[in-house]
T-cell receptor, first 116, second 112 residues
Framework: AQSVAQPEDQVNVAEGNPLTVKCTYS??????LFWYVQYPNRGLQFLLK??????LVKGSYGFEAEFNKSQTSFHLKKPSALVSDSALYFC??????????????FGKGTTLSVSS | ETGVTQSPTHLIKTRGQQVTLRCSSQ?????VSWYQQALGQGPQFIFQ???????GRGNFPPRFSGLQFPNYSSELNVNALELDDSALYLC???????????FGPGTRLTVL
């Protein structure tokens, strides 16, 4: 079965330090991977995606993610965290078994807390 | 460019009632997907609409149904509400053939 795992419920980091939010996936074939961010009482905002090509993907707000096929991971990173980055982050993979071409399977989410 | 909008923002219903949630897709997007996000969980795919027809469905019972209109807006209908239907319902739009979905702010449904 296809799935996404975010092993950390919460990540705490000091402002200015690098941050990593972890994601692993299980899917047959080549994965289509996404990161979204959710602020309180808001919908999900698209950050970045990996479809094919360079394993390092750059996205919005200075975020990037590294696709690692051998480790089946797609960790989200940022070189220098901001307090305003504090939010709930979701990793997702396209569900290749669903007739709907773009149905996504989401992880449970990781709360990022950046302290000043 | 107008983003995805949803109405209402909040809704309170009683068990057994029916509810209709509405979504307007982002300008230029012809595909709409609906997701249910229970408290503390990631969103779960309900179904997708393209060309006014259901184009794929997740693991949700038939009492969850939808519509898509010629202007690509969409409705999610839930009959015979249960307490477990309490959740944030998210609508996402995309263009056919593209991979990225853009989400609306959601409708918070509370079933008492």
């Amino acid at each position: 079965a296809q799935s996404v795992a975010q092993p950390e419920d919460q990540v705490n980091v000091a402002e200015g330090n690098p941050l990593t939010v972890k994601c692993t996936y299980s899917v047959s074939g080549n994965p289509y991977l996404f990161w979204y961010v959710q602020y309180p009482n808001r919908g999900l905002q698209f950050l970045l995606k990996y479809i094919t090509g360079d394993n390092l993907v750059k996205g919005s707000y200075g975020f990037e993610a590294e696709f690692n096929k051998s480790q089946t991971s797609f960790h989200l990173k940022k070189p220098s965290a901001l307090v305003s980055d504090s939010a709930l982050y979701f990793c997702a993979v396209r569900d290749k078994t669903n007739q709907a071409g773009t149905a996504l399977i989401f992880g449970k989410g990781t709360t990022l807390s950046v302290s000043s | 460019e107008t983003g995805v909008t949803q109405s209402p923002t909040h809704l309170i219903k009683t068990r057994g009632q029916q509810v209709t949630l509405r979504c307007s897709s982002q300008s230029g997007h012809n595909t709409v997907s609906w997701y249910q996000q229970a408290l503390g969980q990631g969103p779960q795919f309900i179904f997708q609409y393209y060309r006014e027809e259901e184009n794929g469905r997740g693991n949700f019972p038939p009492r969850f149904s939808g519509l898509q209109f010629p202007n690509y807006s969409s409705e999610l209908n839930v009959n015979a509400l249960e307490l477990d239907d309490s959740a944030l319902y998210l609508c996402a739009s995309s263009s056919a053939g593209t991979d990225t979905q853009y989400f609306g702010p959601g409708t918070r449904l509370t079933v008492l």
